[in-house]
Each structure stands twice: as C-alpha cells, then as structure tokens.
C-alpha cells in the first residue's frame, strides 16, 4: 500500500521560499504523476503542479511564475519551492499521486486521479 | 475561480439518497474524479473514470456523467458520509482543476 509523507517548514515570512518534500513509500515511483495542492484555511482545493519519474513537469498557470517542482528518483521523493511567498499562500499544502488515463474520443472519456495524499502540512506566512 | 461549478451546500435525510452535482466545459470530454473530505483530514478519492470506486469504498457511492455535469449520487447515505466533496477534472486548457467543493450535511 503506497503511503506518502511530507514534511517541511510550517512558518514563513513574507518573501521567503516555501520547501517542502514528499516520500513515497511502498510502491513504484514511475508511471504516475507527483503533484502538490493546497488548501487554504476554510477554502477549497487548488492544484499547484505535478512533476513524473523523469522530471517533466506541469504547472498551474496562476503559480507557474514561482513555483519549482523537483524529483529525486533515488530516495523516492518529489519536492515543492513557491518563492516570494505572501499571506495568500498561507494554506494547508498536501502532495498526492496522481495518474492520467487517456481515452481516444472515440472510445470514451480521458480522466485522471489523485490517490493516496499526503498528511498535509500548514504553512502560515505571517510577518 | 474554478471552471468546474459544484453547489456550495447540499442537505440530505439519513438513509436517503443524494446526487452531488459539478458542471463544466471540460466534462464534455473528461470524466470528473471525486474527493471526500472530513474535517482536519486529507481528501480521500471516492469515484473515479466512468464509475470506479478505490478498494474501502462502499457501494452507496457512485459516479454518472451526461453532458457538461458529473454526478456523484449517495444512496442510503450515512451519519459518517457528512464531509466536503470535490470534484476534478480539467479545465478547458488541460490544466488540472477542482471544483469549489460541496458542504453535505446528513440530517
């Protein structure tokens, strides 16, 4: 059973870079995608990026300006960097696998998931 | 703003069932995927593609899509199913996006 643990600073100030990392235990790394998403406090789910088992990565256009998403293929862990952080980046942050199914028209529908998440991890930005 | 719309509250009677609503462009050609969320904890998918459920997922839940809507219906619904639900699906660049979550309580 895959199990995913994140870890990183909770408590920024503004302007400071968000870190975090994600390990991936019990299951392949490849042939999925790794991706983070955050959640700020009372609000709804945001996806921030995925990256795969090679590197290729993707973005959420409203973010894609500051964030980096990295992989270390030897320890099973992907990474997050959101630079200039502001109090509106003050969120609950979890990683996830992600896969996704590509259907041709013809046939049926594409659709992807995201399965299992991480704990989840509060980072505040507060001066 | 997200491009996948879900109502932001949705009541139901214990036993009874309940469908879960998440409009959108992209649902056209994507399946949406379903998350349920309890307070203080991690989404836990619940229905995926077509009409999938993950291992653990009970029976009640289930998946439909027609048009631009997806569906998430509980039949017989629980004390213990009262969370935040949330759709996903892709927004009409290929970007990966989530509903605005739906509150359901059980009463």
């Known amino acids: 059973q895959v199990q995913l643990q994140q870890w990183g600073a909770g408590l920024l100030k503004p302007s400071e870079t968000l870190s975090l990392t994600c390990a991936v235990y019990g299951g392949s790394f490849s042939g999925y995608y790794w991706s983070w998403i955050r959640q700020p406090p009372g609000k709804g789910l945001e996806w921030i990026g995925e990256i795969n088992h090679s590197g290729s990565t993707n973005y959420n256009p409203s973010l894609k300006s500051r964030v980096t998403i990295s992989v270390d293929t030897s320890k099973n862990q992907f990474s997050l960097k959101l630079s200039s952080v502001t109090a509106a980046d003050t969120a609950v942050y979890y990683c996830a696998r992600g896969l996704i199914v590509v259907v041709p028209a013809a046939i049926s529908r594409s659709y992807n998931w995201f399965d299992p998440w991480g704990q989840g991890t509060l980072v505040t930005v507060s001066s | 703003s997200s491009e996948l719309t879900q109502d932001p509250a949705v009541s139901v009677a214990l036993g009874q069932t309940v469908r879960i609503t998440c409009q959108g462009d992209s649902l056209r050609s994507y399946y949406a995927s379903w998350y349920q969320q309890k307070p203080g904890q991690a989404p836990v998918l619940v229905i995926y593609?077509?009409?999938n459920r993950p291992s653990g997922i009970p029976d009640r839940f289930s998946g439909s899509s027609s048009g631009n809507t997806a569906s998430l219906t509980i039949t017989g619904a629980q004390a213990e199913d009262e969370a935040d639900y949330y759709c996903n699906s892709r927004d009409s660049s290929g970007n990966l996006v989530f509903g605005g979550g739906t509150k359901l309580t059980v009463l």
């Open positions: 593609g077509k009409n």
